[in-house]
């Protein structure tokens, strides 16, 4: 099992950043790719980031390319969004998933994730 706590959510305006990170533990070793999804009230969880745990690879939702970034602190476990020039439609519930089977490669399907944390809410005002 692969445990993920996230942190760093809050409350910004727009055009502000906020940094979110997601601590993974337990068997670790097990990872092979790591991601972001968003969830807004009434509608289904999205995809935002996506990273391959081996060699880096990275993916993002069109909607939020050029300004969030997702990165690996490989001695600590974690991953990082870094989210910039923030809108009021980036605020939702952001989740971190894991997968913990298989080869390394980029997910962006729901469905492919075994591991989810409990989310951090990020609102961003207008």
């Known amino acids: 099992q692969v445990q993920l706590v996230e942190s760093g959510g809050g409350l910004v305006q727009a055009g502000g950043s906020l940094r979110l990170s997601c601590a993974a533990s337990g068997r670790t070793f097990s990872i092979v790719a790591m991601g972001w999804f968003r969830q807004v009230p009434g509608e289904e969880r999205e995809f935002v980031a996506a990273?391959?745990?081996?060699?880096?690879?990275?993916d993002y939702t069109d909607s939020v390319k050029g300004r969030f970034t997702i990165s690996r602190d490989n001695a600590k476990n974690t991953i990082v969004l870094q989210m910039n020039s923030l809108k009021p439609e980036d605020t939702a519930v952001y989740y971190c998933?894991?997968?913990?089977?298989?080869?390394?490669?980029?997910?962006?399907?729901?469905?492919?994730?075994?591991?989810w944390g409990q989310g951090t809410q990020v609102t961003v005002s207008s």
């Open positions: 990273l391959a745990w081996s060699g880096g690879r990275t």
């Open positions: 998933a894991a997968r913990g089977r298989g080869s390394s490669r980029i997910l962006t399907r729901e469905l492919d994730y075994d591991y």
